[in-house]
């Protein structure tokens, strides 16, 4: 049964960047289309990215042109590049498959603040 485990967040200032990971595990990642979501506190869990098995991806209009979703699947891994931070992005992020798997991760936290 295939996990995803989240890693990369952290504290980070407005105009920094961080870059998340998403490791899988128990199953090749290599069919998976694959997705990133945040969760602000207070609000409800929302799409980030999402990157498919021949490299197709797409984006929410909140990221699009800061945000690079990007995978590896020899390492069945996936990324989240985040650049040009905004306070708004503070969230804890998850990723998951397209169908998502009814295990979610713990995520991780991103925090943007000065």
């Known amino acids: 049964q295939v996990q995803f485990v989240e890693s990369g967040g952290g504290l980070v200032q407005p105009g920094g960047s961080l870059r998340l990971s998403c490791a899988a595990s128990?199953?090749?990642?290599?069919?998976?289309?694959m997705s990133w979501y945040r969760q602000a506190p207070g609000k409800q869990r929302e799409f980030v990215a999402r990157?498919?098995?021949?490299?197709?991806?797409n984006y929410a209009d909140s990221v699009k042109g800061r945000f690079t979703i990007s995978r590896d699947n020899a390492k069945k891994t996936v990324y989240l590049q985040m650049n040009s931070l905004k306070p708004e992005d503070t969230a804890v992020y998850y990723c998951?498959?397209?169908?998502?798997?009814?295990?979610w991760g713990k995520g991780t936290q991103v925090t943007v603040s000065s």
């Open positions: 128990g199953s090749s990642l290599s069919l998976y289309v």
């Open positions: 998951n498959s397209v169908p998502a798997i009814p295990n």
């Open positions: 990157i498919t098995s021949d490299i197709m991806v």
